[in-house]
């Protein structure tokens, strides 16, 4: 496998050194909420997941994360090139009977967001029908409804 890759995505609104994430997960589905940079409040869906780790290290750990040395920084979002965690679990999943590499690896993509207290990493699936969908508001209130509304609807289509 080549070396990871961790690339800044700079056109995501950026977490702020007080974002207080609030996750929000199904067996398939991530939602996520954060402050942004610039006093804006970002609201995050990813409609397909496979992995998600939320917690530790925090900020001042973040030095002990092991993609630190390929350019993981502080207070950023990032997706993984390579990703060592993408390859592990495929190789976790190799056992099943009609295991396909190339299908497992397709559109998978391994984000990691570092905050100040927390490092939430996820592995989606991305393709023609699904892709993140993040909205920004400056608004505490229309942040709150859009996150009521998203966690409804998620909520709504497990039972």
Known sequence: MSLATVV???????????????????????????????????????????????????DEALGSHPLIGL???HYQIHRIDNSPW??????????????????????????VFTFQDS??????????FWHPRVQVFTSEQEAKDAWRTLVNDVGALTQ
């Open 8 to 58: 800044l995505l700079d056109s995501w609104p950026q977490p702020s050194t007080s974002p207080e994430p609030v996750v929000f997960a199904t067996d398939t589905q991530l939602c996520l909420r954060y402050y942004a940079t610039g006093e804006k409040i970002a609201v995050v869906h990813f409609p397909l997941v496979k992995k998600i780790q939320f917690g530790s290290p925090n």
């Open 71 to 73: 350019g993981l920084k």
């Open 86 to 111: 993408l390859a592990e679990l495929e190789q976790r999943n190799a056992i099943h009977p009609r295991h396909d590499k190339q299908r497992f690896m397709k559109d998978a993509i391994h984000y």
């Open 119 to 128: 490092t939430l990493e996820c592995i989606v699936i991305e393709g023609a």
